[in-house]
């Protein structure tokens, strides 16, 4: 299996401010992904966190507004940019590796924006 | 990638079987099928996962008919800590492992 530390577990920020979410696995992995989830909803990919090229955004994701980190094969980080309320959601850290058949998953970052 | 269709809500009651139907209609060849449970303020965690006809693990079985249209996830003698979302999905890992996560299903235990 494999282990994610997604920090941090939640923040309450003020509109117009951003937010890093970081996401470290304990174990080097080929793939990670960002997803957002809304309340009550199911997940949304919001880009592909590639090392040592730039992410790959999902249709409706802006790197703009979510500037995505990939410096090496054991961590990323997500921005959430110029916030507002519409962001509130939580953000969830996904992993895959070669040889495994499942992704693992971080606890997420709960975000309400005010 | 395929898409899948879940019922949005299933009750049951502690002990008995639950049975969690899952339609993927445009299923493809290389696409495999695997299921997901998600507690409140968790992220979602790997079940089981199957190609074709009968898989069985530990806590889950997967039924897949020849034609892979559809999927049962079968929860055996569930407890109310199997209360949480359960989601359906359809992927080729050779297409980075990218998810198409549908609505899920909320299985509600009671006592």
């Known amino acids: 299996s494999a282990v994610i530390s997604q920090k941090p577990s939640r923040d309450i920020c003020q509109r117009g401010t951003s937010l890093t979410i970081q996401c470290q696995v304990d174990?080097?992995?080929?793939?990670m992904f960002w997803y957002r989830q809304q309340p009550g909803q199911s997940l949304t990919l919001i880009a592909t966190?590639?090392?040592?090229?730039?992410?790959?955004?999902e249709s409706g994701f802006v790197i703009d507004k979510f500037p995505i980190s990939r410096p090496n094969l054991t961590f990323s980080t997500l921005t959430v940019s110029n916030m507002s309320p519409e962001d509130s959601s939580i953000y969830l850290c996904?992993?895959?590796?070669?040889?495994?058949?499942?992704?693992?998953f971080g606890q997420g970052t709960r975000l309400t924006v005010v | 990638l395929a898409k899948t269709t879940q019922p949005i809500s299933m009750d049951s009651y502690e002990g008995q079987e639950v049975n969690i139907t899952c339609s993927h209609n445009?299923?493809?060849?290389?696409?495999?099928i695997t299921w997901y449970q998600q507690f409140p303020s968790q992220g979602p965690r790997f079940i089981i996962q199957?190609?074709?006809?009968?898989v069985t693990n530990e806590v889950a079985s997967l039924f897949i008919p020849a034609d892979r249209k559809s999927s049962t996830l079968s929860l055996p003698r569930v407890s109310l800590s199997d209360t949480a979302v359960y989601y359906c999905?359809?992927?080729?890992?050779?297409?980075?492992?990218?998810?198409?996560w549908g609505a899920g299903t909320k299985l509600i235990i009671k006592p």
């Open positions: 996904s992993v895959n590796r070669a040889w495994d058949t499942e992704a693992f």
């Open positions: 174990s080097q992995v080929t793939m």
């Open positions: 966190a590639n090392q040592g090229s730039e992410a790959t955004y």
């Open positions: 445009n299923i493809a060849t290389n696409d495999y």
């Open positions: 199957g190609y074709k006809t009968k």
């Open positions: 999905l359809v992927g080729d890992k050779n297409s980075n492992y990218q998810l198409i």
